[in-house]
């Protein structure tokens, strides 16, 4: 199918992209990579009488990396943050969420930020922003604000993003000392979004005792649930944590839904196996 008729603005700097979207209010859609909204424009699933590509806009191609953050600009590709070196050395689960992100083809065009925005419970990259406790850096006329993860994703493809907010740049925290994550999922095949996937994160104090350990699901939900598991695993040595029951506490807790890959039921029991194995996996 080809998408209903809209019209194209292809705004030169920022200024001119948020009065254009101040202008437009709920008839638009910002263009970033494509590969989410020109599926559902093509399926005719959303019909924007205004598209505002915003691939033109300069300064946000870039990626930053301080003490305390990595800064991802709202058109840094998939491509670019999962080859970014600094960005791996101050926050590891980026690159591995990234390669489980799609085929290379999707990460060359297909931005991070856009994929946050898009907020998919599918998707590994909004779910690992919850699980870090990142934030969305947001711009409109009425100027700057900053969405914490956890006050973002309102439900499946629907954040709390006004419809006049271009969303400019998402922020990571680094690791923190004595942190470790990891991600593990299961897909039919390599690339494809994931029947369930897991990311963990393990805070241990100074003799390895585990402080923390919480995890963030794919697929599991309306939108990413993140679990606070640490009451399984406090005080224990992190190499002789019970990872088990650590995951028997989340299959009790996650309420998935079936559909054509999967019934719920499979989803949960997928969710104990990786749940366990990310766990040991960071641990
Ligand atoms: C075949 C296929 C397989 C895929 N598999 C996976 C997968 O396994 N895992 C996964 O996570 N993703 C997967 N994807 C999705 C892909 O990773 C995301 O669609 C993509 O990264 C979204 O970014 P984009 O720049 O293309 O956004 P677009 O498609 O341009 O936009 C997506 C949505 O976000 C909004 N948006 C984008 N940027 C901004 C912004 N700066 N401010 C405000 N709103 C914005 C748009 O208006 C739109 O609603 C797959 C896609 C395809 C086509």
């Not at 292809?10 to 437009?24: F, H, I, K, S, T």
């Not at 943050?81 to 489980?100: E, I, K, M, T």
């Not at 493809?157 to 680094?174: I, R």
């Not at 040595?237 to 999967?262: K, Y």
Request: glycine letters at 8%; aromatic letters at 4%.
């Amino acid at each position: 199918m080809k998408p209903a008729p809209f019209t194209y603005h292809r705004p030169a700097g920022l200024d001119e992209a948020l009065d254009v979207l101040d202008q437009v209010g709920s008839d638009g859609k910002v263009l970033a990579g494509g590969q989410s909204l020109l599926p559902l424009l093509s399926m005719r699933l959303a019909a924007p009488a205004h598209l505002v590509d915003v691939n033109h806009l300069p300064g946000l191609d870039v990626v930053e990396v301080t003490a305390d953050v990595v800064r991802c600009g709202a058109l840094v590709r998939h491509t670019d943050l999962l080859r970014h070196p600094a960005a791996f050395d101050a926050q590891p689960l980026l690159r591995r969420a990234l390669q489980h992100v799609a085929h290379p083809t999707i990460r060359n065009r297909g931005t991070t930020v856009g994929s946050i925005c898009h907020a998919d419970p599918a998707a590994e990259m909004p779910a690992v922003t919850l699980l870090l406790g990142g934030t969305l850096v947001v711009r409109s006329r009425r100027g700057e604000r900053r969405i914490a993860a956890a006050d973002l994703f309102a439900g499946p493809l629907e954040t709390t993003l006004a419809t006049d907010e271009l969303a400019v740049a998402v922020e990571w925290p680094v690791t923190a000392p004595r942190e470790s994550t990891a991600i593990v999922e299961v897909s039919r095949r390599h690339g494809d979004y994931a029947v369930c996937g897991v990311a963990a994160q393990v805070r241990v104090d100074e003799d390895g005792t585990v402080r923390a350990a919480r995890a963030v699901y794919v697929s599991m939900g309306l939108t990413p649930p993140v679990l606070d598991l640490t009451g399984a695993v406090a005080g224990q040595h992190v190499e002789r944590a019970d990872w088990a029951g650590a995951a028997a506490l989340a299959t009790e807790q996650l309420e998935p839904e079936a559909d054509i890959h999967a019934s719920a039921d499979y989803r949960r029991h997928l969710a104990g196996v990786l749940t366990r194995r990310a766990f040991e996996e960071a641990g």
